[in-house]
């Protein structure tokens, strides 16, 4: 009988070594596949760096966007509509006097070419209050003119830059152009007399 005992404990000794043998062989197979498969780590890594770029071009986006938004309460309340198919003949004068009759004026540009001062057929109007602008724009969209039909639009504020009326001063006889050839003009018609005039004539 201990024969027969001892004969079954070496069997089932050696039916686990084979059992172990075989769990080993399948935990290596498992390990070289998942060594095989491309880590989520270096993805992760590289999407990371796909957001990052983006962000920092969203980030100056709005930083943009801020700096335009971002201004005092006076500045966000104004409103500012823009004129269109604008008649000649209809100038700045015109412009204030006609817009006036709705409400304060802040400033009136019409835009001008910086070579010649000639009109370029639209401006911006500026009113003191957005609303005004708003229904202004509204009463003007269409409104025939001097033969021609006036298109207006009023300007949300974040639109409207803090150096649009920079050029409201261009005029015909001031613009740079002109400028440029009465100094240059100058210059020549200095030479041409210093090149015929001889010194002792001075």
Known sequence: MLIKGESRATNSLALQKSKNVKLKKKTSQIWKTSAMIPKAKSKATSFLALQKSKDAKLKKKTSQFQKNVQRNDEEIQRGVIYISRIPYGFFETGLTKYFSQFGELKNVMLARSKKTGASCGYAYVEFESYDVARIVAKVMDGYLTFGKIMKCECLDPWRVSPDLFKDKNIRPGNCPLV?????????VC???????IPPSMY
């Open 179 to 187: 400028k440029r050839r009465a100094s240059a003009i100058s210059k």
């Open 190 to 196: 200095l030479l041409i007399t210093a090149i015929t």
